[in-house]
C-alpha cells in the first residue's frame, strides 16, 4: 500500500491471490492505473516463495539509492540523523532497522558496499514499506563517507557495548551521525579513529547484549528525545 501511494512508478505488475479481498488496496490500485491480474494460490507460490505473502505481491524496479552527496547535503539542511552501518550482514536487521527510523522520522541510512548486505527482497519484505520514506547510501568507504560528514558540521558517535558513556546522560549535538557495527565485531578500527564520541545503552540485567536492530531502535528514540527538546 505505501508503495502504491507513494512510489507508484516504480511498480511494474501487481498480483493477488484470487480471492484477495482487501478493497482498499485494490481501489488504489485501480485509482494508480497500475497493471493487475488474479491468480490462483499455488500459481503465487510459484512467482515468489515467501512466508506470509497475506495474498499479494508487487514486481517493482531494483531499489534506487541516493547517491552519498545529494543525502549528506539533504540531511544538513533538514536537520536529519545519519545511520551509518558497519558491516551490518543480516537483511532482517537492516530492514527492521529501516523499519524504526521511518516510524521515527529524519534519520537516514549509510551502508558499505563491502562486507555488509544490501537492500534487497528480504530487506524490503521486513521493511514493510518503510523503504519509501528512509532514503538509503551505499558507498565504497564508510570511514571516507564519515569525514566527509565531519567536515560538513556533522557529530560523529558510536555505539558500543562497553567503555562508552551512558545515552541517558549524554547531551547530543546536531547534525549527528550514529555509527552502528556489526553484533560480531563492533565498529572497525578504521571508523572507530573517526568518532568523537562512544555511547551505550545501560543495561541492568542479565549480561547480554542488544542486537543491532534493537539498540539503533533505542538510540533513534532518544536522538528524537532530544533533538525535540
Known amino acids: 500500500m505505501e508503495r502504491v501511494k507513494n512510489n507508484p512508478k516504480s511498480i511494474k505488475r501487481i498480483i493477488v491471490q484470487d480471492n484477495f479481498d482487501d478493497s482498499r488496496i485494490t481501489e488504489a490500485i485501480k485509482l494508480s492505473k497500475l497493471p493487475f491480474e488474479r491468480v490462483a494460490e499455488n500459481k503465487l507460490l510459484r512467482i515468489k516463495r515467501a512466508d506470509r505473502l497475506q495474498g499479494i505481491i508487487a514486481e517493482v524496479d531494483e531499489f534506487k539509492y541516493v547517491d552519498f552527496n545529494d543525502l549528506l547535503s539533504e540531511a ?15 537483511p532482517h536487521n537492516l530492514g527492521t532497522i529501516i523499519r524504526t527510523l521511518a516510524c521515527f522520522g529524519d534519520f537516514a541510512v549509510v551502508i558499505p558496499k563491502h562486507e555488509s548486505c544490501e537492500i534487497n527482497e528480504t530487506v524490503l519484505h521486513v521493511a514493510s514499506g518503510a523503504e519509501n520514506f528512509i532514503p538509503v547510501s551505499i558507498v565504497t568507504n564508510l570511514s571516507t563517507s564519515l569525514i566527509a560528514a565531519k567536515k560538513e558540521g556533522f557529530w560523529a558517535v558510536g555505539a558500543v557495548v562497553d567503555g562508552g558513556s551512558d545515552i541517558n546522560n549524554t547531551e547530543l549535538t546536531f547534525p549527528l551521525c550514529l555509527v552502528l557495527g556489526s553484533e560480531g565485531k563492533g565498529i572497525r578500527p578504521g571508523l572507530e579513529k573517526q568518532l568523537e ?13 542488544f542486537n543491532v536492530a534493537m539498540a539503533c531502535s533505542i538510540f533513534a528514540y532518544e536522538i528524537n528525545r532530544q533533538k525535540k527538546r
Open 76 to 90: 544538513k539542511e533538514n536537520n536529519k540523523t545519519l545511520i551509518l552501518l558497519d558491516s551490518l550482514n543480516d
Open 197 to 209: 564520541l562512544k555511547v551505550k545503552i545501560p543495561m541492568a540485567g542479565a549480561s547480554l547484549s
